[in-house]
T-cell receptor
Framework: AQSVSQHNHHVILSEAASLELGCNYS??????LFWYVQYPGQHLQLLLK??????LVKGIKGFEAEFIKSKFSFNLRKPSVQWSDTAEYFC????????????FGSGTRLSIRP | EAGVTQFPSHSVIEKGQTVTLRCDPI?????LYWYRRVMGKEIKFLLH????????ESGMPNNRFLAERTGGTYSTLKVQPAELEDSGVYFC?????????????FGPGTRLTVL
């Protein structure tokens, strides 16, 4: 069965610290990979996505993620976080062939201390 | 361009009552999806419409849930009768075409509380 595992439930960092959120997926086929973010009181929005090509994907607000096929991983990184990055982050996967349903991880709540 | 909208934003009902949630996708988007997040758990897929047709309803939990998309525009999700375990946030998303590079755009969600 398809599944997504996010390693951390809650991460607390100070401003300017580096961030890496772990994500592993289980799927027997070609996949699309996503990171979505939900800021307090706002909609879920797409942070970045991988479909094909360069496994290092750059997204909005200085975020990037690296697809490592051999490890079934798609970790999210940011070199220096800001207080405004406080949000919940969701790793997600869908089948490349259909791009229909998205399978989400359980989410990682990121709290940034000012 | 207006985003995906959902109504109501919150709903509090008693067990056994009926509730209808509405989603208006981005104009021109043929694909409409419903998801649900139960407290503390992951966001789970419920079903997918392409225009007015149900493409995939594998995530619908049981026959108390009925989704419709008459005319291929807005969609409704009815829960009848509601049970305590139906509490959660119901998200709707839409995308323009059915293909591997589509992005799904999410609405703000409807928070349903069943007492």
């Amino acid at each position: 069965a398809q599944s997504v595992s996010q390693h951390n439930h809650h991460v607390i960092l100070s401003e300017a610290a580096s961030l890496e959120l772990g994500c592993n997926y289980s799927y027997g086929g070609t996949v699309n990979l996503f990171w979505y973010v939900q800021y307090p009181g706002q909609h879920l929005q797409l942070l970045l996505k991988y479909f094909s090509g360069d496994p290092l994907v750059k997204g909005i607000k200085g975020f990037e993620a690296e697809f490592i096929k051999s490890k079934f991983s798609f970790n999210l990184r940011k070199p220096s976080v800001q207080w405004s990055d406080t949000a919940e982050y969701f790793c997600a996967v869908s089948a490349y062939s259909s791009a229909s349903k998205i399978i989400f991880g359980s989410g990682t709540r990121l709290s940034i201390r000012p | 361009e207006a985003g995906v909208t959902q109504f109501p934003s919150h709903s509090v009902i008693e067990k056994g009552q009926t509730v209808t949630l509405r989603c208006d996708p981005i104009s021109g988007h043929d694909n409409l999806y419903w998801y649900r997040r139960v407290m503390g758990k992951e966001i789970k897929f419920l079903l997918h419409f392409v225009k007015e047709s149900k493409q995939d309803e594998s995530g619908m939990p049981n026959n108390r849930f009925l989704a419709e998309r008459t005319g291929g525009t807005y969609s409704t999700l009815k829960v009848q009768p509601a049970e305590l375990e139906d509490s959660g946030v119901y998200f709707c998303a839409s995308s323009p075409t059915k293909g591997p590079t589509d992005t799904q755009y999410f609405g703000p969600g409807t928070r349903l509380t069943v007492l």
